[in-house]
Every structure is written in structure tokens, then in C-alpha cells.
């Protein structure tokens, strides 16, 4: 491997890591700083999937990994974020739904 | 005792047959790790989602304990333990990468890296937990509470079992037993750390971000 390849992986790698430093400082200051109206609850599980993707692609390496493996991984990201942003804007419905 | 850093004979010659070289990369379309990793992989993280489900559930029929829990909690414990494991996670990659190209030592560097993190994790863990006990919360102070623990000690296990693994694969590692085309046990024990960090990135914000 030439150094030229190895340099470019680095810094995905790198970038990668910043990318999700970043967004983790950008919750941080909606926990502190903003009430969780449902754009905010969106917002947030938007996020999620973000760095989800970013950890199973860039930093785990599964981009190129047989598709089962990478989609059952995505799917995890894409699932649970919806599963909680419904579950936090309608606690109401899911209250009901629960109830014995 | 020194450390092989440059391919060896029996490397150079599988590459030749195999018109390959050494790469950053995963090697393309296969399973990374032992199919049986991804199994455990997928049993822990289903464990999981089934607590975060039970949350959100627990959460509806008690809007006001839930509402208030997480402006108690330490929102900056949570912020740098997530940091600690983005970190982790980039370190245990940086080593994945260092394997692949028979950079032992390098290896061993960012692998020393990751446990340092997962340390860090533990004492910020531990330092959060007598912040709670201080100010007058604990497993049994409301449902929120005894939640939180309850996950959160959970990852936590789930921290101590990934920092033996990490180990034991460094300790393989300094004794030779990966090259850059045979690597699958540090490889699984990668897959099981970038697991423990992706729970994470769920449990932060159910946990300190979303009120």
C-alpha cells in the first residue's frame, strides 16, 4: 500500500471522529440549552442515525461488508431512532396502547 | 523482544499469489470477524432495544418523573463518556488499520489507547455515580432512576467485558498471532467494542438529552 492510500485513510478515519465529536457537543447543547418540542426530538434522532452510520461505515469498516451484516447493523440506526422519536412525541398514544 | 514491521516472507508470497497487497480496508464483501461475534453482536444490541422500548413504555405512564429525571442527572458525565467512546472506537479502527499493514507495535499503540479510553469511561462512570449518591438520588429514589441504573450499569458491564477483550486480543497481538490476512480475533473484539459504543450513542440522548 502506497502512502499516498494510507494518508487517505487516515484522515477518513479522522474525519470520521471529528464528525461525530462534533454532533455529540451539538446535543449536549440542546440538552442544556433547548425544551424537546418534536422538531428538537426529530432533530436529535436524526443525529443518532448520523453517528450510527458514521461508526458502522467508517470506523467499524462494514461499508464494503456483505449486505446483511452492514443492513442488519443500518437497520438497527433507522429503526430505533424512529421507534423512539413516535414514542417521545406521542406518549399519550403509547400510554394507551400499554395500558392493561 | 522486537516485533516483526515489515512483511515476512510467507506475507509477501500469499500477496504475490493473490496479486493483493496489505490495505486500510476490510477486505471487500466479507464478514469481518467470526460469524458467531455477529450473532453475540446482534443478541446484545436486541437486549438493548428491548430496554429502550421498555423506557419509552415506563416513560409514558410516568411523564412527570421522567420530565424531571434528566435535568438531575450530569449532563457532562454523559457528554464525556461519549466522547470517550467515539474516541475508543477511532483507536480500536487505528489499530484494525495498523494490523492490516503489519504495523505490530502501532497496533499495540492505538489497542493501549482504547483501554485507556474505556478506563477514563469507568472512572467518569464511578465519579457520576457519587455526584447522584451526593446530591440525593439513587436506584431507588423513582422508576427513572432505578432505569437509568439499570442501563447504565448494564453498558458499563458490558464496558469491563469489551476492556478484557481488547486486552487479551493486544496480548495476542504482541505475541504474533495476527498478520495482515489472518486477524480475526482482534477483529471480533473490534466488532464487540464499536458495539458497546453504538448502544452508547442511544443512551445518551434517551437518557440526558431528551426531557
Redesign the interface.
Known amino acids: 500500500?502506497d502512502d499516498k492510500?494510507?494518508l487517505l485513510?487516515?484522515t477518513l478515519?479522522?474525519r470520521?471522529?471529528i464528525v461525530?465529536?462534533v454532533l455529540?457537543?451539538g446535543?449536549?447543547l440542546?440538552?442544556?440549552s433547548v425544551?424537546?418540542t418534536a422538531g428538537v426530538?426529530i432533530a436529535?434522532?436524526l443525529?443518532?442515525a448520523i453517528?450510527?452510520q458514521l461508526?458502522?461505515d467508517?470506523?467499524?469498516?462494514?461499508?464494503?461488508?456483505?449486505p446483511l451484516?452492514r443492513g442488519?447493523?443500518l437497520a438497527?440506526?433507522y429503526v430505533?431512532?424512529v421507534?423512539?422519536a413516535l414514542?417521545?412525541i406521542f406518549?399519550?398514544q403509547?400510554?394507551r396502547l400499554?395500558?392493561l | 523482544m522486537s516485533r516483526i514491521e515489515k512483511p515476512g516472507a510467507d506475507a509477501v508470497t500469499a500477496m504475490l499469489a493473490t496479486d493483493s497487497k496489505p490495505t486500510l480496508e476490510p477486505a471487500s464483501r466479507q464478514t469481518p470477524a467470526n460469524i458467531a461475534v455477529w450473532v453475540l453482536i446482534w443478541a446484545e444490541v436486541t437486549e438493548f432495544a428491548l430496554f429502550f422500548m421498555a423506557f419509552l413504555v415506563v416513560r409514558s405512564h410516568n411523564p412527570e418523573l421522567f420530565a424531571e429525571g434528566p435535568t438531575k442527572l450530569n449532563t457532562w458525565a454523559g457528554v464525556i463518556n461519549t466522547l470517550l467512546l467515539l474516541s475508543s472506537s477511532y483507536c480500536v479502527a487505528r489499530a484494525m488499520a495498523a494490523i492490516r499493514i503489519r504495523k505490530v507495535n502501532r497496533c499495540l499503540r492505538w489497542l493501549g489507547a482504547t483501554i485507556g479510553c474505556g478506563l477514563g469511561y469507568c472512572a467518569v462512570k464511578v465519579w457520576e455515580y457519587q455526584w447522584n449518591h451526593a446530591s440525593g438520588f439513587d436506584s431507588r429514589t423513582d422508576i427513572f432512576y432505578s432505569l437509568y441504573y439499570y442501563l447504565t450499569l448494564n453498558h458499563l458491564l458490558h464496558v469491563l467485558v469489551g476492556m478484557c477483550a481488547i486486552g487479551w486480543a493486544g496480548l495476542r497481538t504482541y505475541w504474533g498471532h495476527f498478520t495482515p490476512d489472518e486477524h480475526e480475533g482482534l477483529e471480533g473484539a473490534a466488532c464487540y467494542w464499536h458495539m458497546i459504543d453504538l448502544v452508547w450513542i442511544i443512551i445518551f440522548p434517551l437518557l440526558y438529552v431528551m426531557r
Open positions: 500500500m492510500e494510507k485513510s487516515d478515519l479522522r470520521a471522529w461525530l465529536v455529540t457537543l446535543s449536549a440542546i440538552a442544556e425544551d424537546p426530538v436529535v434522532c443525529v443518532v453517528k450510527g461508526v458502522i467508517r470506523l467499524m469498516g462494514l461499508r464494503h461488508a456483505p451484516i442488519l447493523m438497527y440506526f430505533l431512532p421507534l423512539i414514542g417521545l406518549p399519550e403509547l400510554r400499554t395500558t
